[in-house]
C-alpha cells in the first residue's frame, strides 16, 4: 500500500504539472488562432471531429480499460490488442477516403474529403500509440506519459501559428492534431520497452470480453448523446455557429476535461487495485476533492473573465459566446468534479455503467430534441446542457450507491465545494453592478473570489492539501 501511495503522489503530481502546462500552451495557441482564423475554419474542424471521432472509438474496443484493470496481462494478449486497432486505425483512414466526397456533399462542405482523408492519419497514429501508451497507464508511469504529451503541444502549438499566419487557414489546424500524434509516436516507441510480436490470438481475449463490451458500449452510446449537440447546430445553423460553439466548449471544457483526464486515468489505476473498502471510499473522496479544488478555481476565471477578454481582444463576430461560455462553465462545475464511470469500472461493473449510459442518454437525446423547435443556438445550448446535468446525476446516484459508507463524506467532500462555488460566483456578479468591464475591475473580481475560494478550502480540507503540497511530493519523490 505504501508503494502504490507513492505512486499515486507521483501520478498526481506528474498529471497536473502536463495540465498546467499543456493547457496554458493551448490557451495562448488558441487565442493566437482566433485572431487569424475564422469561426468557419474551427466549424470545419469541429465537423472533422464529429465524423471522425466515431473511429477512434472503436480504436482500443475497451480493452485498453481491461489492460489498465487486469491484475496480469501476458504479451500474447498486448500483441493481439495492438493489431486490432491499427486494423481499426487504417480502416479509418480508408472509410474517411471512400465516403469523403458524400459527407461532404450531405454536410455541404468543400473538399471534405480532402480534409477528412489528411486528419484520419491522426487517427492511425492513435491506434498505433494505444497500447503502449495504457501499458504506462497501468504501471502508473505517468512522469514519461506526461512528458511525451508537453512535448506533443509545444511542437504543434509552434507549427499551428506559423501556418496561420501564412493563411493555410483550415490546415494549421490540422497540422496541429496531426503533428502532436507525430511526435508522440515518436517518443512513445522511443521510450517504451514493449514491442509488438506477429502473433494474434483472439482467444486470448475471451476473459476480457465481457468487460470490454460494457466499456466500448458506453463509449459509443456517450458519443452519439454527447456529439448530437453538434450535429445539430452543423446542420440547423452551418458551420460558422459551429465554430462559436466549438471554440466555446474548448475553452471551457478543455481545462476540465484535461484535469478530470488525468485524475480519471490514475483514480481508475489505484482504485482497481484496492480491496479493502475503507481504504476505496477514502481514497474515492480525496480524488473527488482534489478535482474540486482544481477545475473548480479555473472555471471560475472563465466565468469571470470571459466578457472582458472578448469585448477587448475579439472581433464583433466571436461575441456570442461569452453567454456561451458562461453557461458550459456553470454546468462544467457539477459534471466535471464527480468520478461514476471510474467507481463502476474499477469495481467490474461495466456492464451496470452501459445501462445506465443506455437510459440517460436517451434522456439527453430526448431533451434535446426540443432544439428542432427553436433555430437558436443558446436554446441548444440550454437544453444540452440540460440533459448532460440529469444523466449525471443518475450515473453519480448509482455510481456512490457501489460504495458503502459514501454518505458521510460526499457532502463536505463534493457537495459543499460545488455550492460554496456558486456562492463566490455570485459575489463576482454583485461587483459587476458597480465596476465597469475593464481589466483593472476584471483582475480585482479574480483577486477577490479566488481569495475567497481558496481560503475556504484551505481552512476546511487543511489535511488533505497539506498531503497534496508539493513539499510532500518532493519527500515521496
Not at 475497451?62 to 487504417?90: C, M, P, Q
Not at 463566490?424 to 479574480?446: E, N, Q
Request: charge should be positive; proline fraction near 2%; aromatic fraction near 12%.
Amino acid at each position: 500500500m505504501k508503494n502504490l501511495n507513492r505512486n499515486i503522489k507521483q501520478s498526481i503530481y506528474w498529471n497536473y504539472i502536463s495540465s498546467i502546462v499543456i493547457h496554458a500552451i493551448s490557451l495562448v495557441t488558441s487565442a493566437a488562432l482566433l485572431k487569424f482564423l475564422t469561426p468557419e475554419d474551427f466549424g470545419i474542424l469541429a465537423t472533422l471531429f464529429l465524423v471522425l471521432g466515431l473511429g477512434s472509438i472503436f480504436i482500443g474496443q475497451g480493452y485498453i480499460s481491461a489492460i489498465i484493470r487486469e491484475k496480469i496481462i501476458d504479451h500474447t494478449i498486448l500483441s493481439t490488442v495492438f493489431w486490432i486497432n491499427v486494423g481499426f486505425g487504417i480502416m479509418v483512414v480508408v472509410l474517411s477516403f471512400i465516403l469523403g466526397d458524400a459527407l461532404g456533399d450531405y454536410l455541404e462542405i468543400n473538399r471534405m474529403q480532402e480534409y477528412l482523408t489528411f486528419f484520419s492519419l491522426a487517427y492511425l497514429l492513435q491506434a498505433i500509440n494505444v497500447v503502449p501508451l495504457a501499458i504506462l497507464e497501468r504501471k502508473l508511469d505517468f512522469k514519461q506519459h506526461s512528458i511525451i504529451h508537453i512535448y506533443a503541444t509545444i511542437v504543434s502549438a509552434i507549427l499551428a501559428i506559423i501556418l496561420a499566419v501564412y493563411q493555410y487557414n483550415v490546415y494549421s489546424l490540422l497540422w496541429r492534431g496531426l503533428s502532436a500524434g507525430i511526435v508522440v509516436t515518436i517518443l512513445v516507441w522511443y521510450n517504451s520497452k514493449w514491442l509488438p510480436r506477429f502473433t494474434f490470438s483472439y482467444n486470448s481475449l475471451k476473459d476480457m470480453h465481457k468487460f470490454s463490451r460494457g466499456v466500448l458500449g458506453t463509449q459509443l452510446l456517450r458519443y452519439g448523446a454527447n456529439q448530437l449537440d453538434n450535429l445539430m447546430v452543423l446542420k440547423m445553423l452551418g458551420t460558422t455557429d459551429l465554430g462559436i460553439y466549438n471554440r466555446a466548449k474548448t475553452f471551457v471544457q478543455k481545462p476540465a476535461r484535461e484535469i478530470h483526464a488525468k485524475t480519471r486515468s490514475v483514480a481508475y489505476s489505484a482504485l482497481s487495485k484496492i480491496e479493502d473498502a475503507e481504504e476505496y471510499r477514502n481514497l474515492l473522496f480525496k480524488f473527488i476533492l482534489l478535482l474540486t479544488m482544481i477545475i473548480i478555481p479555473l472555471l471560475l476565471i472563465v466565468m469571470i473573465t470571459s466578457d472582458t477578454l472578448i469585448y477587448s481582444y475579439l472581433s464583433e463576430e466571436w461575441y456570442p459566446m461569452i453567454n456561451i461560455l458562461k453557461l458550459l462553465a456553470i454546468a462544467s462545475i457539477i459534471i466535471s468534479t464527480t468520478l461514476p464511470t471510474q467507481i463502476l469500472l474499477s469495481l467490474g461493473k461495466s456492464d451496470t455503467l452501459f445501462k445506465l449510459e443506455l437510459v440517460s442518454n436517451i434522456l439527453k437525446i430526448g431533451i434535446l430534441l426540443i432544439a428542432f423547435q427553436y433555430a437558436s443556438l443558446l436554446t441548444i445550448v440550454c437544453l444540452f446542457l440540460i440533459g448532460q446535468l440529469i444523466s449525471n446525476l443518475l450515473q453519480n446516484i448509482f455510481a456512490y450507491r457501489s460504495v458503502e459508507g459514501y454518505q458521510n463524506l460526499i457532502w463536505k467532500y463534493h457537495l459543499l465545494p460545488v455550492t460554496m462555488a456558486f456562492f463566490v460566483y455570485g459575489i463576482a456578479i454583485l461587483i459587476d453592478h458597480f465596476l465597469s468591464l475593464t481589466i483593472a475591475s476584471m483582475c480585482f473580481k479574480i483577486i477577490i473570489c479566488l481569495g475567497i475560494y481558496g481560503y475556504y478550502a484551505w481552512k476546511t480540507y487543511p489535511d488533505v492539501l497539506k498531503s497534496l503540497s508539493y513539499k510532500e511530493l518532493e519527500k515521496v519523490k
